[in-house]
């Protein structure tokens, strides 16, 4: 008599990660120390040093959290962390990624003053980084020993910027507060609040009024629906603050999608009579 079944086969080490190990259908465990997926716990070693994580809850993880960063800072950087090992200098990096140059990579330290307070620290390469303009949402990875440690979500996030390069007042004093930035009058130019009350500059309570630079379309249907875009300075701090657009006398429909602080406003033309 010949009996047939099925019998799954499994292979712990074929999951590369932490989480995919420990979700995995099968009886897997995740070994910290040397990032592998093992079939039992034995296999990860004995020892007090031995970390083991048979859950996804127990694996190593970036805490979600934007961590905000001056161009003139020291590039210093701390990242909360859950259930890291601690590791000897050499084992983690810390790699940025950005759309210009590319990657950055760092070496990274791990602390824990306890169980539950565990951070990776950073020295971000500021100076080889091109940062103007609006602030950078820039995402963080982490490896241990080559590799990622799970950032659910890509949560953790570093959030570059320079306060000289932001550019004019209204969108200096648009910034959330968190970015410590000031338009100071007398130089004309958006800086750390620290830098503008140490060189006793005057900061600027309210913006100069707004400069218009370019509007297109120049044509459009008299019957209306055409997208105007109104390009310049100064135009608002928010988007509440553009209270109503005419063109010909009519009503321009303020579309919010459109807008871009201090330097752009977008609205839909009405029907007009003549033009």
């Known amino acids: 008599m010949t009996i047939f079944d099925n019998y799954p086969l499994y292979y712990c080490k074929n999951n590369k990660l932490c989480y995919d190990c420990t979700t995995s259908q099968f009886p897997c465990r995740w070994?910290?120390?040397?990032?592998?997926?093992?079939?039992?716990?034995?296999?990860?070693?004995?020892?007090?040093?031995?970390?083991?994580?048979?859950?996804?809850?127990?694996?190593?993880?970036?805490?979600?959290?934007?961590?905000?960063?001056?161009?003139?800072?020291?590039?210093?950087?701390?990242?909360?962390?859950?259930?890291?090992?601690?590791?000897?200098?050499?084992?983690?990096?810390?790699?940025?990624?950005?759309?210009?140059?590319?990657?950055?990579?760092?070496?990274?330290?791990?602390?824990e003053t306890s169980a539950d307070d565990q951070s990776i620290q950073c020295t971000i390469p500021l100076d080889k980084m091109v940062i103007t303009g609006d602030p950078k949402f820039l995402p963080v990875v982490v490896t241990y020993k080559g590799v990622e440690i799970y950032n659910p979500d890509n949560a953790a996030k570093l959030v570059l910027y320079s306060c000289k390069d932001i550019g004019d007042c209204s969108t200096c004093k648009g910034l959330n507060a968190r970015y410590g930035c000031t338009w100071c009058r007398s130089i004309g130019q958006c800086v750390r609040v620290t830098d503008c009350e140490t060189r006793n500059q005057v900061r600027e309570n309210k913006c100069e009024g707004p400069r218009i630079t370019r509007v297109y379309p120049k044509r459009g249907p008299l019957k209306g629906g055409t997208l105007l875009t109104v390009e310049g300075e100064n135009l608002s701090i928010r988007f509440s603050d553009v209270k109503n657009m005419t063109v010909a006398g009519e009503p321009c429909v303020i579309k919010e999608s459109g807008y871009r602080v201090s330097t752009r406003v977008t609205c839909r033309t009405s029907q007009v009579s003549r033009p």
């Open 31 to 111: 070994c910290k120390n040397s990032n592998t997926c093992q079939q039992t716990s034995e296999s990860c070693g004995t020892g007090p040093d031995v970390q083991i994580a048979s859950q996804p809850t127990q694996c190593p993880a970036l805490i979600a959290q934007e961590y905000t960063m001056e161009k003139q800072s020291d590039g210093g950087l701390t990242l909360k962390a859950s259930n890291i090992p601690m590791s000897p200098e050499g084992d983690y990096k810390c790699v940025i990624q950005t759309d210009l140059e590319g990657e950055f990579s760092a070496q990274a330290l791990p602390s």
